[in-house]
């Protein structure tokens, strides 16, 4: 018998699986069809040979909405004591053995109770359905503003009465700390106590917030922590096998030191697609102790990236646009031979010298101030590609970060060898129980259910959703684009229409901005450089008059509340600059309008100097569509389907690179274990 594959088509009504919505945001069943048994038993043996898929998934799982609300009524009786002993019951059942699936039921209705009670926020229909999803080990893909936040409460909680402790992965310190001080009176009302790490804390506080029942954090500082307690680990056992020091008391043990983390149970990934797709590419490291060679190359450093400028593309090296790669000629060497060095350089192989000029011309190519980067007091700190945000204790690999700081002339921090060393995968997969939540997962279904196991469930929106997305624009240059982009935030700006507007990078959002300030807009703008004031200005991001000048950092965990009256003036504006390497990236920004049935408008704006041409396409197609944008001959706007083109070159790009990262990590960890090695500790430089 052969099978038509589905097809998934995107987020679904409800109705579609057998329900019906009524006016307070609830469902009910209507189907009400009377069949003999012999009719339901061929249905459910036919059934059984029919693939499932998440629209299936959906309609079973909500036939417990209804024991969920019936549980209502009573739990309204409660008082805040009996409520919470009522919790503490269900805990007890929890670790008595009692299945979490039987338990779900009453979890959840505890926890939209408490919710309703605390926060005056009840989980709606299609919060519950999120939360049943993560709980069968699921990424969940719920639209912007539909209230992730809130739903996560829902399998945290039930996860945590087993009482083996649970963890939020965040992408941010910001948003781990805002939402775990938003979801507390809910877990502190269910008798859950709640921790939440940041990157400033000490062991001690890092010990106490693991312990607590639920644990709020990010995904970079759960991997640090799990290495720091590896390498603690392997102190201990050293110093417990050191005999005769331990008889001399010269143990090289970690003393009463314990580690931080306890056995993984369950994780659920908030941006699941951020986190474990766009992340995935990069290790976490813990770097060794430098040693007198490398130290000496803080010399190769500052030299090559002082030369960078002797040396031409084409002549003294060739550049490959695919790999990113530089490679010197038999000139550039040459040149690199003769070009006088510091005398600390003598002892260096010319080999280790091409290299270090290779690495200087990349970087100078490559890697620009307030875009990959922004230097925070003498310091070269990462800018998050994915989120617009700075990303603290990262660095890049190979030398590329301390070419950078040679390039900026500042302090170079000596290359050294890895302590230690995980993949967000591996992290990720040491977990009993996975789930996540996203608003953007679609496109990476497949890729998350073959490295993960875990199926992608898109969840209907509480509210029909009226956000309109107004024809695309192209220009033939950059110059042509920002001018149209103004005259539109003038025009909506007069009318009184909140406006937020997404750039690609940091400078080019002080270059926007300059724009407006010479057409007297007053504006506010989020960037890497102003941090501190993220909340406030997305607080008024949706007021009457106000223009925001973004970076990504508005395109994930930010909601933006429309002021008094912006509703019936269309909601807010949102313009697209620019497209990202990610299409995820750029539905991100777009949702940030037109939130919980909330009116909402927004355009995209390209032009055939865009930097994705280049990347996507090469330089040669690219310099051909700039040299047509240069021609006056009408619209540019039929070229849209050449932008979506590149940008799914990129990202089959990036997706070739977390599979080859992915295999190599998974070839190494055999050959680790096959010598008896640690996989996480026992690593090459």
């Given at each position: 018998?052969?099978?038509?594959?589905?097809?998934w088509?995107?987020?679904?009504?409800?109705e579609?699986?057998?329900?019906?919505?009524?006016?307070?945001?609830?469902f009910q069943?209507?189907?009400?069809?009377t069949?003999?048994?012999?009719?339901?038993?061929?249905?459910?043996?036919?059934?059984?040979?029919?693939p499932?898929?998440?629209?299936g998934?959906?309609?079973?799982?909500?036939?417990?909405l209804?024991?969920?609300?019936?549980?209502?009524?009573?739990?309204?009786?409660?008082?805040?004591?009996?409520?919470?002993?009522?919790?503490?019951s269900l805990?007890?059942r929890a670790r008595s053995?009692?299945?979490?699936?039987?338990?779900?039921?009453?979890?959840?209705?505890l926890?939209?109770?408490?919710?309703?009670?605390?926060?005056?926020?009840?989980?709606?229909?299609?919060?519950?359905?999120?939360?049943?999803a993560?709980?069968?080990?699921s990424?969940?893909?719920?639209q912007?503003?539909?209230?992730?936040?809130?739903?996560?409460t829902?399998?945290?909680?039930?996860?945590?009465?087993?009482g083996?402790g649970?963890?939020?992965?965040t992408?941010?310190?910001?948003?781990a700390?805002?939402?775990?001080?938003?979801?507390?009176?809910?877990?502190?009302?269910?008798?859950?106590?709640?921790?939440?790490?940041?990157t400033e804390?000490?062991r001690?506080?890092?010990?106490?917030?693991?312990?607590?029942?639920?644990?709020?954090?990010?995904?970079?500082?759960?991997?640090?922590?799990?290495?720091?307690?590896?390498?603690?680990?392997?102190?201990?056992?050293?110093?417990q096998?050191?005999?005769l020091?331990?008889?001399?008391?010269?143990?090289?043990?970690?003393?009463?030191e314990k580690?931080?983390?306890?056995?993984?149970f369950?994780?659920?990934?908030?941006?699941a697609?951020?986190?474990?797709?766009?992340?995935?590419r990069?290790?976490?490291i813990?770097?060794?102790?430098?040693?007198?060679?490398?130290?000496?190359?803080?010399?190769?450093?500052k030299?090559s990236?002082?030369?960078?400028?002797?040396?031409?593309?084409d002549?003294?090296?060739?550049?490959d646009?695919d790999?990113?790669?530089?490679?010197?000629?038999?000139?550039?060497?040459?040149?690199?031979?003769?070009?006088?060095?510091?005398?600390?350089?003598?002892?260096v192989?010319?080999?280790?010298i091409?290299?270090?000029?290779?690495r200087?011309?990349?970087?100078?190519r490559?890697?620009h101030l307030?875009?990959?980067?922004v230097?925070?007091d003498?310091?070269?700190?990462?800018?998050?590609?994915?989120?617009g945000?700075?990303?603290?204790?990262?660095?890049?690999?190979?030398g590329?970060?301390?070419?950078v700081?040679?390039?900026?002339?500042?302090?170079?921090?000596?290359?050294?060898?890895?302590?230690?060393?995980?993949?967000?995968?591996?992290?990720?997969?040491?977990?009993?129980?996975?789930?996540?939540?996203?608003?953007?997962?679609?496109?990476?279904?497949?890729?998350?259910?073959?490295?993960?196991?875990?199926?992608?469930i898109?969840?209907p929106?509480?509210?029909?959703m009226?956000?309109q997305r107004?024809?695309?624009?192209?220009?033939?240059?950059?110059?042509?684009?920002?001018?149209?982009?103004v005259?539109?935030?003038?025009?909506?700006?007069a009318?009184?229409?909140?406006v937020?507007?997404?750039?690609?990078?940091?400078?080019?959002?002080?270059?926007?901005?300059?724009?407006?300030?010479e057409?007297?807009?007053?504006?506010?703008?989020?960037?890497?450089?102003?941090?501190?004031e993220?909340?406030d200005?997305?607080?008024?991001?949706?007021?009457?008059?106000?223009v925001?000048?973004?970076?990504?950092?508005?395109?994930?965990?930010?909601?933006?509340?429309?002021?008094?009256?912006?509703?019936?003036?269309?909601?807010?504006?949102?313009?697209?600059?620019?497209?990202?390497?990610?299409?995820?990236?750029?539905?991100?920004?777009?949702?940030r309008?037109?939130?919980?049935?909330?009116?909402g408008?927004?355009?995209?704006?390209?032009?055939?100097?865009?930097?994705?041409?280049?990347?996507?396409?090469?330089?040669?197609?690219s310099?051909?569509?700039?040299?047509?944008g240069?021609?006056?001959n009408?619209?540019?706007?039929?070229?849209?389907?050449?932008?979506?083109?590149?940008q799914?070159k990129?990202?089959?790009?990036?997706?070739?690179d977390?599979?080859?990262?992915?295999?190599?990590?998974?070839?190494?960890?055999?050959?680790?274990?096959?010598?008896g090695?640690?996989?996480?500790?026992?690593t090459?430089?």
């Amino acid at each position: 018998m052969f099978l038509r594959r589905w097809r998934w088509q995107g987020p679904f009504p409800i109705e579609d699986a057998g329900f019906s919505r009524t006016d307070d945001g609830t469902f009910q069943r209507t189907t009400n069809r009377t069949v003999d048994a012999t009719s339901t038993n061929l249905t459910t043996r036919i059934r059984s040979f029919l693939p499932i898929t998440p629209r299936g998934r959906l309609a079973r799982w909500s036939l417990l909405l209804p024991k969920i609300a019936a549980l209502e009524p009573e739990l309204q009786e409660l008082s805040d004591y009996e409520l919470r002993k009522r919790s503490l019951s269900l805990r007890y059942r929890a670790r008595s053995g009692e299945p979490l699936a039987r338990l779900l039921p009453e979890a959840f209705a505890l926890v939209r109770e408490a919710g309703r009670r605390t926060i005056n926020m009840r989980h709606f229909d299609v919060q519950v359905l999120g939360g049943i999803a993560m709980f069968h080990r699921s990424i969940v893909e719920m639209q912007t503003g539909e209230g992730k936040t809130l739903t996560a409460t829902l399998p945290m909680y039930l996860h945590a009465l087993e009482g083996k402790g649970c963890c939020l992965a965040t992408v941010n310190d910001y948003l781990a700390k805002r939402d775990a001080e938003w979801m507390t009176p809910i877990y502190k009302a269910l008798g859950v106590s709640v921790g939440v790490i940041q990157t400033e804390m000490q062991r001690p506080q890092r010990r106490k917030a693991y312990a607590a029942d639920v644990t709020y954090g990010t995904a970079k500082e759960f991997g640090f922590d799990f290495l720091r307690d590896r390498l603690l680990l392997r102190r201990i056992r050293e110093g417990q096998n050191d005999l005769l020091g331990a008889m001399l008391g010269q143990t090289k043990g970690a003393g009463n030191e314990k580690p931080v983390q306890r056995e993984p149970f369950f994780a659920l990934v908030d941006e699941a697609d951020s986190i474990l797709i766009d992340e995935a590419r990069t290790p976490l490291i813990i770097s060794a102790l430098p040693t007198e060679e490398q130290k000496l190359a803080v010399e190769c450093y500052k030299w090559s990236s002082e030369i960078t400028d002797e040396f031409e593309e084409d002549v003294d090296y060739e550049y490959d646009h695919d790999k990113k790669s530089v490679e010197l000629t038999r000139e550039g060497r040459q040149k690199a031979r003769m070009l006088p060095k510091p005398e600390a350089m003598d002892t260096v192989g010319m080999f280790h010298i091409y290299q270090y000029v290779e690495r200087a011309i990349k970087v100078e190519r490559e890697f620009h101030l307030d875009r990959q980067y922004v230097v925070l007091d003498g310091e070269v700190v990462i800018v998050d590609e994915f989120t617009g945000r700075i990303s603290e204790g990262r660095k890049w690999r190979d030398g590329i970060h301390q070419a950078v700081e040679a390039k900026e002339g500042v302090e170079v921090t000596v290359e050294t060898g890895q302590a230690a060393r995980i993949t967000v995968q591996d992290f990720f997969l040491r977990f009993e129980k996975l789930a996540g939540m996203t608003g953007t997962a679609r496109a990476s279904a497949r890729e998350l259910r073959k490295i993960y196991k875990c199926h992608v469930i898109p969840v209907p929106t509480n509210r029909r959703m009226i956000r309109q997305r107004l024809p695309d624009v192209v220009f033939g240059s950059e110059d042509a684009r920002w001018a149209a982009v103004v005259e539109e935030v003038c025009r909506l700006h007069a009318e009184g229409r909140p406006v937020l507007i997404g750039t690609r990078s940091i400078d080019k959002s002080v270059h926007l901005a300059k724009l407006l300030n010479e057409r007297g807009i007053e504006h506010q703008v989020l960037n890497a450089h102003h941090i501190e004031e993220e909340a406030d200005i997305v607080a008024r991001a949706g007021f009457r008059g106000r223009v925001t000048v973004s970076t990504n950092m508005a395109g994930r965990g930010t909601d933006i509340k429309l002021g008094e009256g912006i509703a019936e003036m269309g909601g807010l504006h949102v313009i697209c600059t620019e497209m990202h390497d990610s299409a995820r990236i750029d539905w991100q920004l777009r949702g940030r309008c037109g939130r919980q049935g909330d009116p909402g408008t927004h355009r995209q704006y390209l032009s055939l100097e865009d930097e994705l041409l280049f990347t996507g396409l090469g330089p040669e197609k690219s310099r051909k569509y700039e040299e047509l944008g240069k021609q006056d001959n009408g619209s540019f706007d039929h070229y849209q389907r050449i932008f979506r083109r590149a940008q799914k070159k990129v990202e089959r790009h990036h997706f070739r690179d977390r599979k080859a990262l992915m295999y190599f990590e998974k070839q190494r960890k055999k050959m680790q274990r096959q010598m008896g090695q640690d996989p996480y500790l026992d690593t090459p430089s």
